[in-house]
T-cell receptor
Framework: NAGVTQTPKFQVLKTGQSMTLQCAQD?????MSWYRQDPGMGLRLIHY???????DQGEVPNGYNVSRSTTEDFPLRLLSAAPSQTSVYFC??????????????FGEGSRLTVL | AQRVTQPEKLLSVFKGAPVELKCNYS??????LFWYVQYSRQRLQLLLR??SRESIKGFTADLNKGETSFHLKKPFAQEEDSAMYYC????????????FGTGTRLKVLA
């Protein structure tokens, strides 16, 4: 049981480049989400999804796109990277529609540096 | 607007001293509150949730709706408690969404 898997763990980009952070979970969770972690700012919600085909914006969505074509996967896309997107990104998932305790399960994080 | 506030960025205490990490929330609905912990080089993980009223690793947290607070407490801090602690609020009314506070780094000194 792998839980929540994020790739890559580390990435360096140049300003203007695009990339996708991958997130997959094998727990059949309805809810999936992306956060960024910055010193002094805590964990800020970027985008979230409550099921395949459903996505919504969080607190800091600008510069990021997501899609949810399957229950298992929730990739985060940076279309044109900016230095302000240098951060550690976490994917997290949980059950949402009954039967769950609300516990969020986190990936190991992806450290992104934009030069 | 919904918000979770953790006023202390850093809290340093000596081993054996009591610990209280503060968390205040702003939410008009019925809150579901959690504490998450991130130990060095480990994943973020659930510490406790207000609904279960449990004590994990000696930590407790009581939801005070009047003061809109969910402070985390431990009577005697241990060195292994040193970590980053996040208070989190789960919305389930009309949506399903988790937001977090800014976190408090706890350092327990020998």
């Amino acid at each position: 049981n792998a839980g929540v898997t994020q790739t890559p763990k580390f990435q360096v980009l140049k300003t203007g480049q695009s990339m996708t952070l991958q997130c997959a979970q094998d727990m059949n969770h309805e809810y999936m989400s992306w956060y960024r972690q910055d010193p002094g700012m805590g964990l800020r919600l970027i985008h979230y999804s409550v099921g395949a085909g459903i996505t919504d914006q969080g607190e800091v969505p600008n510069g990021y796109n997501v899609s949810r074509s399957t229950t298992e996967d929730f990739p985060l896309r940076l279309l044109s990277a900016a230095p302000s997107q240098t951060s550690v990104y976490f994917c997290a998932s949980s059950w949402a529609l009954g039967g769950g305790t609300g516990e969020l399960f986190f990936g190991e994080g992806s450290r992104l540096t934009v030069l | 607007a919904q918000r979770v506030t953790q006023p202390e960025k850093l809290l340093s205490v000596f081993k054996g001293a009591p610990v209280e990490l503060k968390c205040n929330y702003s939410y008009s609905g019925s809150p579901e509150l959690f504490w998450y912990v991130q130990y060095s080089r480990q994943r973020l993980q659930l510490l406790l949730r207000h609904i279960s009223r449990e004590s994990i690793k000696g930590f407790t947290a009581d939801l005070n709706k009047g003061e809109t607070s969910f402070h985390l407490k431990k009577p005697f801090a241990q060195e292994e408690d040193s970590a980053m602690y996040y208070c989190a609020l789960l919305f389930t009314s009309g949506t399903y969404k988790y937001i977090f506070g800014t976190g408090t780094r706890l350092k327990v000194l020998a």
